[in-house]
């Protein structure tokens, strides 16, 4: 990359025929410089309006040396390439302030065109930096906007329709009722949508908050299937559970259980068309019987995994238009829709299925599909029995 007459240098030295000959190397590059003849200096230099790019700053100087003005301007926040300048001996100093956040060191006496190099090298990593950080904040920005300036007025949207729908702003026909309640699926299907996203970006980032504890499996499947039986009959589907009465407790968080099972329910949904079947099944496996479940081989298993005692299956079977088996291991990456899908014409952005594997493998536990085209589809979600007893 060529040098920018914007690219302003400030150096800090205290000898100044190396300043000089510095000053001259990058002016004649086409750089812009200024020279600090010692730390005190430079520092008030930077308090100034003007805006660096770059320091060049020597180790060893009376008064404030290199070091200390690298660690106030590190603590100043202050966005700046530095490249150290050592002398004979301060090599480990130079190596110290590599560990502050100099970006670079040059040991005394140098080759001038060796530093222009690492100059032309320092400027455009820090605006490469810059670029990843702008990225980042605009990032930031968006994943705030989404839960702040669509999540939030989404909700208002599905109270006003539903107080209409409930007909307390007046007498609605069953017709009406049927598209108010249509329009309030859609909007739920956009803040699944938006939760899907905020939170698959959460663990990706690592800050993801759960409250991973013994549950019931059996109670929130329940739950689950009884929030959208409704949603079921309007679709003309039949969904039925076979959930054993006792089931041991798994060790999750019930919100994130209740939301992958929603996310599988929501899928069996869509995919299946009018008069099929879709059966929610939650069993346990003790350790003899574990040789019955069969983990496809792409399934990585967590360590440790199959020491458990035993097991709660957790599985949603339809016969809706199934998955080609060759994409029944890519459909848990996000925005990834099968090629086959006929539900791409019923939206859906491919997020649901990466939230599921992300939290499933928070929950320690493997999630996997199998299918036959045009047959259906199973959706297994296999979790360790809890070893720890509820405080309840
Ligand atoms: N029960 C199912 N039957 C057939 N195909 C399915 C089923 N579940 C998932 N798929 C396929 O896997 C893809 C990914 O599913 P996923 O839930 O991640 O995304 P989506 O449902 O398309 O969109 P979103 O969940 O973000 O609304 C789907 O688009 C579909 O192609
Ligand atoms: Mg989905």
Redesign the pocket.
């Known amino acids: 990359m060529a040098p920018n007459s914007s690219d302003k240098i400030l150096i800090v030295e205290d000898e100044p025929d190396i300043a000089l000959a510095l000053k001259l190397a990058l002016e004649a590059s086409g750089y812009d410089s200024s020279w600090a003849c010692d730390g005190e200096k430079a520092l008030a230099m930077l308090q100034e309006k003007q805006h660096y790019n770059l320091m060049l700053l020597d180790i060893r100087m009376p008064g404030i040396d290199g070091v200390e003005v690298l660690k106030r301007l590190k603590s100043s926040g202050r966005d700046m390439a530095v490249i150290m300048m050592s002398g004979h001996g301060s090599e480990d100093l130079a190596v110290e302030c590599m560990k502050i956040g100099a970006d670079d060191y040059i040991s005394k006496p140098f080759v001038l065109d060796d530093m222009l190099q690492r100059v032309e090298r320092a400027i455009s990593h820090r605006l490469a930096m810059l670029d990843k950080k702008r990225l980042e904040q605009e990032k930031e920005d968006f994943f705030l906007m989404l839960s702040h300036d669509m999540k939030n007025p989404m909700a208002a949207v599905i109270g006003s329709i539903d107080i209409m729908r409930e007909g307390r702003l007046g007498v609605v026909n069953e017709e009406q009722v049927e598209y108010l309640q249509s329009a309030i699926d859609s909007c739920n299907?956009v803040v699944?949508?938006i939760d899907?996203l905020l939170d698959i970006r959460r663990f990706e980032a690592g800050k993801m908050h759960l409250s991973i504890r013994p549950f019931d499996p059996a109670e929130i499947c329940r739950k689950v299937v009884g929030q959208l039986s409704r949603a079921a009959e309007r679709d003309g589907v039949r969904l039925s559970s076979n959930i054993s009465e006792k089931t041991p407790d798994v060790t999750v968080d019930r919100k994130a259980l209740t939301r992958i099972l929603g996310?599988l329910i929501g899928?069996?949904l869509?995919?299946t068309p009018e008069e099929g079947e879709i059966t929610v099944s939650c069993r346990t496996y003790n350790r003899a019987e574990t040789a019955v479940i069969q983990i496809p081989e792409y399934v990585s298993v967590p360590e440790g995994f199959l020491n458990s005692e035993c097991f709660v299956a957790i599985s949603v079977s339809?016969t809706?238009?199934?998955?080609p088996s060759d994409e029944l291991r890519c459909?848990f990456d996000r925005f990834?829709?099968?090629s086959s899908?006929s539900?791409?014409e019923r939206?859906?952005?491919?997020?649901?299925?990466?939230f599921c594997k992300l939290a499933v493998d928070s929950f320690n536990g493997v999630i996997w599909a199998e299918?036959t085209a045009g047959q259906g589809?199973t959706?297994t979600v296999l979790l360790p029995c809890s070893t720890v007893t509820k405080d309840n």
Do not use: H, P, V, Y
Not at 320 to 323: L, N, P
Not at 347 to 354: C, F, H, I, R, T
């Open positions: 299907e699944t949508m899907n996310n899928n069996s869509k995919f339809d809706g238009e199934g998955i459909i990834t829709q099968s899908s539900g791409r939206g859906g952005a491919g997020l649901g299925l990466a299918s589809s959706f």
